[in-house]
């Protein structure tokens, strides 16, 4: 089955600079992958996914990258605020199989104003 | 529009005891999952329902955990008896009548067995 890494583990970083949380996957039949947020007390949330047949996805302050042949996707988050701040989740699946996703373990990012 | 409610948020239960989590979908959302995160690791796939039928149950841990959905509206997951390592944040998420659908979290219950 699909096994997701995700690193780091935590992230403490200061208001306004940029935060990139890393995760490989294992199964090259994954071809979707979405970001999670999640802040307490709630659920995790989708805030950007990418598939397999796009390299980059930009949405406003937050982006996505893959690379398939090395099997790793990566989220930036450009001009941290502290509402950034929160457990971000990857995930990999197939679309068209089960789309049951495989999360990582989860980053927990800390925006210190 | 309501989102993906739970209930009870923490249950607190000593191991051989009986619980049940609640969990209300979004409103016409056919697909309704349930999945566990163990304090620290990763978010784990328990159960997929597709209406009131289980679609996928290859998640569950044991047979001490049962998983209904009676009518295709809400549904409970009963852990009997609780173990120690029943402990973690159990969420339920729903989505529209598509797989490829994005699936809405509700918060969780937090279940922690002593």
């Known amino acids: 089955g699909e096994n997701v890494e995700q690193h780091p583990s935590t992230l403490s970083v200061q208001e306004g600079d940029s935060a990139v949380i890393k995760c490989t996957y294992s199964?090259?039949?994954?071809?979707?992958f979405p970001w999670y947020k999640q802040e307490l007390g709630k659920g995790p949330q989708l805030i950007i996914d990418i598939r397999s047949n796009v390299g980059e996805k930009k949405d406003q302050r937050i982006a996505v990258t893959l690379n398939k042949t090395a099997k790793h996707f990566s989220l930036h988050i450009t001009e941290t605020q502290p509402e950034d701040s929160a457990v971000y989740f990857c995930a990999a699946t197939t679309v068209g199989g089960s789309y049951i996703p495989t999360f990582g373990r989860g980053t927990s990012l800390i925006v210190h104003p | 529009e309501a989102g993906v409610t739970q209930f009870p948020s923490h249950s607190v239960i000593e191991k051989g005891q009986t619980v049940t989590l609640r969990c209300d979908p979004i409103?016409?959302?056919?697909?309704l999952y349930w999945y566990r995160r163990v304090m620290g690791k990763e978010i784990k796939f328990l159960l997929h329902f597709v209406k009131e039928s289980k679609q996928d149950e290859s998640g569950m841990p044991n047979n001490r955990f049962l998983a209904e959905r009676t009518g295709g509206t809400y549904s409970t997951l009963k852990v009997q008896p609780a173990e120690l390592e029943d402990s973690g944040v159990y969420f339920c998420?729903?989505?529209?009548?598509?797989?490829?659908?994005?699936?809405?979290f509700g918060p969780g219950t937090r279940l922690t067995v002593l």
């Open positions: 998420a729903s989505s529209q009548a598509s797989l490829a659908d994005t699936q809405y």
């Open positions: 199964d090259s039949a994954s071809n979707y």
């Open positions: 409103s016409g959302h056919d697909n």
